[in-house]
């Protein structure tokens, strides 16, 4: 019975829609395979990137990506090497506002500021090292104060950490007392998940700072990055009654 079926398969003429009862005229021209040039499509035609390489990112833009899907429109900071990879993303954006500062910590405060007055969550982004330390009284203000805020340090490449390379601390420990949670990024395909998770514990219970730690070749990472259509609907903070 196969058989049959099958050496009806092979007599069908070539190019005809198969000749099932109770399909339409206009659906079975959907089955008639037609040749590139019907199809519009020439040999000078660009191809269309693939999904997947169309969401290949580098770390640093994985992250301002993130950022954007959060809402967030202004960033205050100060340049450093341990986080030129996100500057140089960024510079080439329009989207999001940086505000240099003078000062680590008064990129913290600046922050810190921002949050009061729109009730989002304020951003800094700091450099590894010195620029991490200098932020930490902004930091422990805006968690005694519960004020959300999202610190984004850079860090040494993974393979330096707990070397005594330049410009290396222990972020993740400096911070612990002065932040509701923080995160040593491992790994580029994580960074989105660690932003976006950020941004929920800054903001939501008793509001408060969240460090995000990214190693600089994590930033040069490249990883694949689908975009999230719901972050944008918690961008605001609520305020909890006083």
Same mark, same amino acid.
């Not at 960024?90 to 949050?115: S, W």
């Not at 200098?134 to 519960?146: R, Y």
């Not at 805020?149 to 002065?178: H, M, N, Y």
């Given at each position: ?13 070539? %190019? /005809? @829609?198969?000749?099932? +009862? *109770? ?5 079975? =021209?959907?089955?008639? #395979? ?71 910590? %008064? /990129? @913290?405060?600046?922050? +810190? *500021? ?5 009730? =989002?969550?304020?951003? #800094? ?72 998770? /950020? ?44």
């Amino acid at each position: 019975m196969s058989g049959a079926r099958e050496a009806s398969f092979l007599t069908r003429p070539k %190019g /005809a @829609a198969p000749q099932d +009862e *109770g399909i339409s005229p206009e659906a079975k =021209k959907d089955f008639i #395979l037609r040749s590139p040039a019907q199809q519009g499509v020439t040999k000078d035609a660009p191809q269309e990137p693939c999904a997947e390489k169309a969401a290949t990112r580098t770390g640093a833009e994985i992250l301002l990506d993130a950022l954007e899907e959060q809402g967030v429109e202004v960033i205050f900071g100060y340049p450093g090497g341990a986080v030129l990879p996100i500057y140089d993303a960024l510079y080439k954006r329009d989207t999001i506002r940086h505000i240099m500062v003078r000062h680590e910590q %008064g /990129a @913290a405060h600046a922050a +810190e *500021g921002y949050a009061r007055s729109t009730g =989002k969550v304020g951003v #800094l982004l700091v450099t590894s090292g010195p620029g991490a330390t200098n932020a930490v009284t902004g930091l422990t203000d805006a968690l005694l104060d519960s004020i959300p805020l999202v610190c984004i340090t850079g860090q040494v490449a993974r393979p330096l950490i707990g070397t005594d390379a330049f410009q290396e601390c222990d972020t993740v420990g400096i911070t612990r007392s002065c932040t509701k949670h923080n995160y040593l990024v491992a790994s580029a395909h994580t960074l989105a998940t660690v932003v976006h998770e /950020a941004f929920h514990l800054a903001r939501n219970g008793r509001p408060g700072p969240i460090v995000i730690d990214i190693p600089k070749d994590v930033q040069f990472e490249k990883a694949l990055y689908t975009a999230r259509a719901d972050a944008r609907k918690r961008n605001c903070v609520v305020t909890p009654p006083v």
